[in-house]
């Protein structure tokens, strides 16, 4: 039997017409995010820094799903190249009624190797990128009294951890912002709610680990194993687990579920 897919959720489309943004689309959970959305009938766009890794998500989107896919180069902590990027896609197939705020960087540092470029760099891109996209999507939503935001924050945004101040810092302001918005919101229509991974097997686990085994020498199947024990349930989260845990708060009639942090962890925080 699969653990990593809730089938049931996918048996109808009921996204078809919507358009969802996802911005880190080209890979990782942002690339599961589109593809779960796509598979609910949503049109996608797709924003992140790497023309080819979009093209290559496109593609595969659009032949497996069959719906419409716009992409944008951007990086979402450049005002600018996210006002370009989001009236682009805007263009391509109208406003959005979905926002995945999904790309993120996950660099760790002890506190005392901490620098202000190093904090602001984690800052400007996992929280603020969340701020400038929300903002491009939000007087649309508000207009239409429609709008589901799901931002993409960890369980480091709920505890603290050593060696992760900034990358905490940001996660948690990140969880602030759902949380005030989905208030501000709450009247509009719009319902913006944090989904909380534990680790993920993505390209950042693998920087990780990467990074462990380059400051302690350690073999990167213990370094794999150790971060997968940080969960109860023995192992990585899947990033296909938590999009459809983004998928479903996107779904019309999740319509009750604003403010929330959900935590997508194996058991691993419990709020
Ligand atoms: P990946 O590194 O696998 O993917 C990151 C995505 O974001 C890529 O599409 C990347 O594309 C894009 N991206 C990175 N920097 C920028 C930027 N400046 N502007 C625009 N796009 C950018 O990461 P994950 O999928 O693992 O992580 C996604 C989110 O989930 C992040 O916010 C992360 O903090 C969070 N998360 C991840 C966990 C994990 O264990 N993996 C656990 C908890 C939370 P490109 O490089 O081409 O721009």
């Given amino acids: 039997m699969t653990t990593t897919s809730s089938g049931d959720l996918f048996a109808d489309t009921p996204l078809t017409g919507q358009h969802a943004v996802i911005t880190g689309g080209s890979r990782g959970i942002g690339a599961a995010c589109a ?4 598979r609910l009938g949503a049109n996608v766009s797709l924003v992140s820094r790497s023309a080819d890794a979009l093209a290559t998500k496109k593609q595969e989107i659009e032949a497996a799903r069959g719906v419409k896919v716009a992409t944008a180069v951007a990086d979402v902590a450049d005002p600018e190249e996210v006002e370009t990027a989001f009236a682009a896609v805007t ?40 701020f400038l996209c929300t903002q491009q999507v939000y007087g649309a939503m508000r ?6 935001i799901v931002n993409i924050a960890s369980i480091v945004g709920l505890h603290g951890y050593a060696y992760i101040a900034a990358y905490a810092a940001s996660k948690h302001g990140v969880v602030g912002l759902t949380r005030s918005l989905a208030l501000e919101a709450a009247k509009s229509g719009i319902t913006v709610n944090a989904v909380c991974p534990g680790y993920t097997d993505t390209d950042l686990v693998t920087e ?16 794999r194993a150790e971060l997968a024990s940080t969960s109860p349930i023995g192992r990585l989260i899947t990033p296909e687990e938590v999009a459809e845990t983004a998928a479903w708060l996107c779904l019309p009639s999740s319509s009750a579920i604003t403010g929330q942090a959900i935590v997508v962890a194996g058991g691993a925080v419990q709020n």
């Fill in 35 to 38: 593809d779960a959305l796509a």
């Fill in 208 to 223: 990780a680990v990467d990074n462990i085994v380059e400051k302690t020498g350690r073999s990167a199947d213990d370094a």
């Fill in 91 to 130: 263009d391509a197939l109208g406003a959005p009624h979905i926002l995945i705020n999904n790309a993120g960087i996950g660099k760790s540092a002890p506190f005392h190797r901490t620098t202000l470029d190093f904090w602001q760099e984690t800052i400007a891109l996992n929280l603020t990128g969340a």
């Fill in 143 to 148: 207009e239409a009294k429609y709008g589901r």
